[in-house]
């Protein structure tokens, strides 16, 4: 079961209308963390997901995050708390002041975004992702109105912090930590606290290299035979003991998302779509897509694109011909049969003799 199921209301219930009050509905979540968040929606609904996910398998423990900033996802992660059926604690990590600088391990980007001679890796703010602890109090205590309870906050520098730290059961590890240093330390004082079947978001995976780089020589210094699931162009997740389903979540949001960040981050020379003739056709009528500049489209059937031709038709070809156009990222654009057609995506990618991410 993915953690994206949807869960309907009572059949006496009224077209449009809910039966839970403001705060306690995934749009009403959203809405209420929205200002202080900075999450996409696509991001915000899974880690709802998540959570939603963990109650409805009823897996008990609590939920850590590494990086608050505002206090978004800490106001999300509380909520999907006090709808939760099992007691959980939500634990909050951050330096309250920003982030600190990065290394050389996180490459050009981060020290261009850190600013000049704050790329040294010392424990010193750069004065950026800044949310102060009464701030975040304010906004999920007084705000939200959550119960003080829910929370407990760790204020100080990642690494001053967690060699002491005294980890609960982890259902879910949140970590938005950026760079290499912070991410690496996170999965090295928290991973084993992780309940089997519990998840870990990794939320800057598609973002920083240094995140990247931190859970790979992670995960292979561990031998973990782990498999992440992308969320858009940053987020990734994996689920401990188990393999992650990925996200069919609104599928039309999902899709231009995807389809958007892939032209942008890899250029359209570098992309290629997998399946959906007819979503295909209509982000190419919608002014998301040019089918005729990108790499093409792999389908099992390329012949049934005879009667989705009405748009700038792409080059579509079978799987086993994608191998020899090397493209850097495969998007999944197809809204039916998703599970079976994103598991033939990673199959496929890992076939090739390159590294090729799977949206």
């Keep these: 079961m993915s953690p994206f199921s949807a869960r309907r209301s009572g059949s006496n219930s009224k077209p449009g209308a809910s039966d839970e009050p403001p705060g306690v509905t995934d749009d009403g979540i959203i809405q209420a963390v929205a200002a202080h968040s900075f999450l996409d929606e696509e991001r915000a609904r899974s880690l709802l997901a998540i959570a939603r996910q963990l109650d409805d398998e009823g897996v008990a423990g609590n939920f850590v995050e590494l990086g608050v900033a505002r206090g978004g996802s800490a106001g999300l992660l509380g909520l999907a708390a006090r709808r939760s059926p099992i007691p959980r604690r939500v634990w909050l990590f951050d330096s309250f002041e920003g982030l600190p600088e990065p290394t050389e391990r996180d490459g050009a980007e981060a020290a261009a975004y850190a600013g000049p001679r704050r790329a040294g890796g010392q424990l ?5 992702c800044v949310g102060t602890l009464d701030t975040v109090r304010t906004f999920l205590l007084d705000a939200l109105r959550l119960p003080a ?6 204020p100080g520098w990642f690494q001053d912090m967690l060699p002491t730290f005294d980890a609960p059961p982890i259902a879910l590890l ?7 240093d912070s991410v690496r330390l996170c999965l090295d004082r928290l991973y084993d606290h992780v309940v089997p079947a519990g998840y870990v978001v990794l939320d800057d995976y598609g973002y ?6 931190a859970f790979h020589e992670f995960a292979a210094e561990r031998a973990l035979d782990v498999s992440l699931v992308r969320v858009g162009s940053c987020q990734a997740y994996t689920r401990k003991g188990r393999s ?5 979540i609104d599928r039309g949001v999902a899709i231009r998302t995807k389809v958007v960040d892939a ?3 890899f250029g359209p020379e570098r992309v290629m779509f997998y399946g959906a003739g ?4 209509a982000l190419c009528e919608a002014g998301y897509l040019d089918g005729r500049s990108t790499l093409g489209v792999i389908d099992d059937d390329p012949s049934r694109w005879g009667a989705e031709r009405g748009h700038d038709a792409p080059l579509v070809i079978a799987p086993e011909a994608a191998r020899s156009l090397r493209p850097a990222v495969i998007v999944v654009t197809a809204s039916g049969c998703w599970d079976r057609i994103y598991r033939q995506a990673v199959e496929l990618a ?4 390159h590294r090729v991410e799977v949206w």
């Design 124 to 128: 010193l703010t750069i004065e950026r």
């Design 149 to 154: 309870q829910t929370f407990e906050f760790v």
């Design 174 to 180: 949140h970590i938005d930590a950026d760079w290499y």
């Design 208 to 213: 920083w290299e240094g995140c990247r780089k």
């Design 244 to 248: 992650p389903l990925p996200p069919p």
């Design 263 to 265: 032209l942008r981050l």
């Design 278 to 281: 007819r979503e295909f056709a």
């Design 350 to 353: 890992a076939t090739m003799p």
